[in-house]
């Protein structure tokens, strides 16, 4: 049986710009294609016919590698970015469990960081997750709120997600804006507490040129509230944006 294959955006070695490892080197492997379809999403929604490889990190220099590609082929282009000395390898995208059966391949092929493997996902496909579970170390999980993302609720999926997700190192990202429900922020945070004591990252929206839109006050209420309830709650922005990072 021949390996599947994956559409891929890009493959690069920076520095983690979200979330609680945020200033850690990793290298992303970016996957195409989401199964949401979020306001504020800054992925490009078409697949590209190449994925760009930045062989030299920082560079801006890209290698054009046809879509789609191998495990084995991807698998060579990180082992050339020199996994040792980074903290982990970061599954992103788009959504990357829509391509499952290609990271079952691929990850035996890559654990060579100091930490493993990083899923960034938007927590909506458990039974996906499931299959790739004993392969993946750290969970980057977002909460959708459905008023922000302009979606349609996933409450029930998070909610099994969050469930399967839970015995590995986890924290969740909630992406908030000035005119987000605070009844959604409310049914996220009993999500989480019904589950667990969950980091939380409170992300406001950032924008291209590196600008959040949320209010320092409202950042603060929000994580007050957060605070009465987890113990660690972190208002966190999209740091790569205003470091030129990719
Ligand atoms: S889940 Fe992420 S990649 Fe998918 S549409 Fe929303 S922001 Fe974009």
Redo the contacts with the bound molecule.
């Keep these: 049986m021949s390996s599947p294959v994956a559409p891929l955006i890009e493959i690069f070695s920076s520095i983690q710009g979200e979330g609680i490892w945020v200033g850690c080197r990793q290298i992303f492997l970016r996957f195409a294609g989401?199964?949401?379809?979020?306001s504020?999403?800054?992925?490009p929604r078409n697949t590209p016919r190449h994925c760009r490889w930045e062989a030299r990190p920082g560079s801006r220099e890209f290698i054009l590698l046809p879509n789609p590609l191998t495990p084995q082929e991807v698998a060579l282009k990180i082992r050339k970015l020199n996994p040792a000395i980074h903290h982990s390898i970061s599954l992103t995208?788009?959504?990357p469990l829509l391509h499952t059966s290609f990271l079952l391949e691929l990850i035996p092929l890559l654990k060579e960081t100091r930490h493993g493997i990083y899923l960034e996902t938007?927590g909506t496909l458990p039974d996906s997750l499931e299959r790739i579970l004993p392969l993946v170390d750290i969970i980057a999980m977002?909460i959708?709120l459905p008023g922000t993302?302009n979606i349609e609720p996933c409450w029930q999926e998070h909610r099994a997600f969050l469930k399967l997700a839970r015995g590995k190192y986890l924290f969740v990202k909630l992406v908030v804006d000035e005119d987000s429900k605070p009844e959604e922020i409310e049914r996220a945070l009993d999500l989480i507490c019904s589950v667990g004591d969950i980091p939380l990252v409170i992300q406001p929206v950032t924008t291209p040129e590196g600008k959040t839109r949320l209010k320092p006050e409202k950042a603060i209420t929000w994580q007050s509230r957060a605070l009465e309830r987890l113990t660690d709650v972190r208002v966190i922005p999209q740091t790569h944006k205003f470091l030129g990072h990719l």
């Design positions: 989401c199964n949401l379809a979020c504020y999403c800054d992925t995208g788009g959504e938007n977002d959708k993302a």
